[in-house]
T-cell receptor, first 108, second 112 residues
Framework: KNEVEQSPQNLTAQEGEFITINCSYSVGISALHWLQQHPGGGIVSLFMLSSGKKKHGRLIATINIQEKHSSLHITASHPRDSAVYICAVKTAGNQFYFGTGTSLTVIP | KAGVTQTPRYLIKTRGQQVTLSCSPISGHRSVSWYQQTPGQGLQFLFEYFSETQRNKGNFPGRFSGRQFSNSRSEMNVSTLELGDSALYLC???????????FGQGTRLTVV
């Protein structure tokens, strides 16, 4: 069983749609990261969360520590948001676990 | 401010050879972590270095090793390469161990 589960695996949306990607984890964590990976491999860290909610532009990330669940929301999606989104958790022992990623395609 | 720099970007090696990959963190960052990404296994944590000491290690064989220098630059070494070591190797740096990480573009290693 994977320590981090993401859903959905693949997502296709029309430009302008509201998008939600979910992440559930089974280990105790010190922080949760949302990462974005574009074709070609480069990874960008979007958020690091240990509680509550963070917002950056059209992106919102929330975490519920009790339920061991996090969501990444994209409002007014745009084709440039097309990428793989990866949820990663860091345990108190500084072990890292990654979800398998959600491949998002936003169609104009 | 320069980002995380990984060299080389692409590398082709033969089975049985060894390889050394380099990661230069953002200036002032003292923590460097390494990750392997393959189509089958996704992203997996290799190791973490902070202040020249390995602080954490993922579940990889001893053929995978690394080190960090006094200027925080880090290298990872893979000996006796296997076909399955073909992957994108990413490094990330952060100011401290509990800080947000910044990723490099990765080194794509192909073992033939």
């Amino acid at each position: 069983k994977n320590e981090v589960e993401q859903s959905p695996q693949n997502l296709t949306a029309q430009e302008g749609e509201f998008i939600t990607i979910n992440c559930s984890y089974s280990v105790g964590i010190s922080a949760l990261h949302w990462l974005q990976q574009h074709p070609g491999g480069g990874i960008v860290s979007l958020f690091m969360l240990s509680s509550g909610k963070k917002k950056h532009g059209r992106l919102i990330a929330t975490i519920n520590i009790q339920e061991k669940h996090s969501s990444l929301h994209i409002t007014a999606s745009h084709p440039r948001d097309s990428a793989v989104y990866i949820c990663a958790v860091k345990t108190a022992g500084n072990q890292f676990y990654f979800g398998t990623g959600t491949s998002l395609t936003v169609i104009p | 401010k320069a980002g995380v720099t990984q060299t080389p970007r692409y590398l082709i090696k033969t089975r049985g050879q060894q390889v050394t990959l380099s990661c230069s963190p953002i200036s002032g960052h003292r923590s460097v972590s390494w990750y392997q990404q393959t189509p089958g296994q996704g992203l997996q944590f290799l190791f973490e270095y902070f202040s020249e000491t390995q602080r954490n290690k993922g579940n990889f064989p001893g053929r995978f090793s690394g080190r960090q220098f006094s200027n925080s630059r880090s290298e990872m070494n893979v000996s006796t390469l296997e076909l399955g070591d073909s992957a994108l190797y990413l490094c990330a740096s952060s100011p401290g161990r509990a800080s947000e990480a910044f990723f490099g573009q990765g080194t794509r290693l192909t073992v033939v």
